[in-house]
């Protein structure tokens, strides 16, 4: 099993940025890509972005692109998401997830684990 942990939410103003962390713990040599999603109250989880096993590809929604960036940092188990430009209507809990499985077509694939989530407020 796979225990994804988020970090690094908050309250923050329009404009402004925030990092959230995801850290991976327990067998994380089975964990592939990874991604980060969102749901604000009242509305489904909405996909954000997702990168790649080897960190080197990366796919955005367009509501984020240019905005967000997602990264990863393997030797600490860690993905982050850069936000910037924050904007209210990005205020949501933000969960991070990874796949168990190798797909080279990631980005349309089903995800296996999951964190609990972190908050993030926007305010205008």
């Known amino acids: 099993q796979v225990q994804l942990v988020e970090s690094g939410g908050g309250l923050v103003q329009a404009g402004g940025s925030l990092r959230l962390s995801c850290a991976a713990s327990?067998?994380?040599?089975?964990?592939?890509?990874m991604g980060w999603f969102r749901q604000a109250p009242g509305k489904e989880r909405e996909f954000i972005a997702a990168i790649s096993w080897s960190g080197g590809s990366t796919y955005y929604a367009d509501s984020v692109k240019g905005r967000f960036t997602i990264s990863r940092e393997d030797a600490k188990n860690t993905v982050y998401l850069q936000m910037n430009s924050l904007k209210p209507e990005d205020t949501a809990v933000y969960y991070c997830a990874a796949q168990g499985v190798y797909y080279s077509d990631y980005a349309l694939r089903e995800y296996d684990y999951w964190g609990q989530g972190t908050q993030v407020t926007v305010s205008s």
């Open positions: 327990g067998r994380t040599g089975r964990t592939y890509a």
